[in-house]
C-alpha cells in the first residue's frame, strides 16, 4: 500500500515562513493529484492546496491564494508547501493526501489516501 509523510510542521510568528513537506511512496507514482489540507478541532477538514502529478496544474484555496505555493519534487517523489505572510487563522493540524475523485478537489472525502498530520501554530 501506499504511504504519504508529512514533516515540517512547527510553531512559528505572525508574518513568518514554514514550509512543509509530502513524501510519497513510489506507489503513487501515477496518482493524478497529491493535496494539502488542514483541520482545526471541531471543523470539517479543508482543502489548501492541490498539485496535479501529471500537468503540474496548481490548485489554491482563496484563503491562501498569494501566500502559499505547492511544488513537487518528481524525482523524489515529494510534494512541499510553502507557506509564507503566515496568520494566527492558519493555525490548523496538516494533511497530504493523494488519489482526487471527481468533484470538488476542497472535500476531503473525494480523496482516497491520507498521510498522518502535522501540526502548524501561528502565534500573533
Known amino acids: 500500500e501506499g504511504q504519504l509523510e508529512a514533516s515540517g510542521g512547527g510553531s512559528i510568528q505572525a508574518g513568518g515562513s514554514l514550509t512543509l513537506s509530502c513524501a510519497a511512496s513510489s506507489y503513487f507514482a501515477s496518482t493524478n493529484y497529491i493535496g494539502w489540507f488542514r483541520q482545526i478541532p471541531g471543523k470539517q477538514r479543508e482543502g489548501v492546496a492541490a498539485i496535479s502529478s501529471d500537468t503540474g496544474r496548481t490548485l489554491y484555496a482563496d484563503s491562501v491564494e498569494g501566500r502559499f505555493t505547492i511544488s513537487r519534487d518528481s524525482g523524489q517523489q515529494r510534494v512541499n508547501l510553502q507557506m509564507s505572510s503566515l496568520r494566527p487563522e492558519d493555525t490548523a493540524m496538516y494533511y497530504c493526501?493523494?488519489?482526487?475523485?471527481?468533484?470538488?478537489?476542497?472535500?476531503?472525502?473525494?480523496?482516497?489516501?491520507w498521510g498522518q498530520g502535522v501540526q502548524v501554530t501561528v502565534s500573533s
Open positions: 493526501a493523494a488519489s482526487r475523485g471527481p468533484g470538488n478537489w476542497m472535500e476531503a472525502a473525494r480523496w482516497v489516501w
